[in-house]
């Protein structure tokens, strides 16, 4: 199937610390979005970005997308103790829904 | 605007016995979708529906059943529960198939 993988499945960094995960995927996409679920909550939607974009910011968010390579990057900047929350990639692939990956989880230690 | 709304957010079901989960979403969007999500995994699609009166299964869709009457609901159903259903189930729906919105889930156990 179409699912996003994500890498790391965990991790652990120091507030104010810059945090990086990873989605790779199989196939071409229209667009890959990223979203956060904090524990015991829906997901939240992050930044999406489109198969002809190459990079997004939001905030403290950084999305790169490199479709020669079939990845794209979250990074967050400067962490705080409030970003733990797994984060999942979400890949639309021309379809009518999404394919989320596993998921990785980050915990910011204070 | 409550957005995505789960009813109930908590269940205990025995095996055999059937329940419906409602999903109700004030936004007029025309997609919603049903997703699973077991310990340590990520969202995996049950059934989704692209408006009013369709539905389409998803990646697991065998044990349950769905059906979207009025365009702001999307019902699931399971009609024999099996201790193999328990998890958290979370609803979403779009306006497009770009941004999901997400309810904030419901956690069944089936003993």
Redesign the interface.
């Known amino acids: ?1 179409q ?1 996003g993988e994500e890498d790391p499945q965990a991790l652990s960094i120091q507030e104010g610390e810059n945090a990086t995960m990873n989605c790779s995927y199989k196939t071409s996409i ?2 890959l ?1 990223w ?1 956060r679920q904090n524990s ?6 992050l930044i ?1 970005i489109r198969s002809n974009e190459r990079e997004k910011h939001s905030g403290r968010l950084r999305v790169t997308l490199d479709t020669s390579k079939k990845s794209s990057s979250l990074l967050i900047t400067a962490s705080r103790a409030a970003d733990t929350a797994s984060y ?1 990639c ?1 890949i ?1 692939n021309y ?9 990785t989880r980050l915990s910011v230690l204070p | 605007n409550a957005g ?1 709304t789960q009813t109930p957010k908590f269940r205990v079901l025995k095996t055999g016995q059937s329940m419906t989960l409602l999903c109700a979403q004030d936004m007029n969007h025309e ?1 919603m ?1 049903w ?1 699973r999500q077991d310990p ?6 049950i059934h ?1 529906s ?1 408006g009013e009166g369709t539905t ?1 299964k ?2 697991v869709p065998d044990g349950y059943n769905v059906s979207r009457l009025k365009k702001q609901n999307f019902l699931l159903g399971l009609e024999s529960a099996a201790p193999s259903q328990t998890s958290v189930y ?1 609803c ?1 729906s779009s306006p497009t ?9 419901t956690r069944l156990t089936v003993l």
């Open positions: 199937s699912q229209n667009n979005q979203y015991g909550r829906g997901l939240v939607h999406l999942f979400a639309d379809g009518q829904n999404f394919v989320f990956g596993p998921g | 995505v997609y979708y997703y340590g995994m990520g969202l995996r699609l989704y692209v389409a998803g990646e979370f979403a198939t770009d941004t999901q919105y997400f309810g904030p889930g």
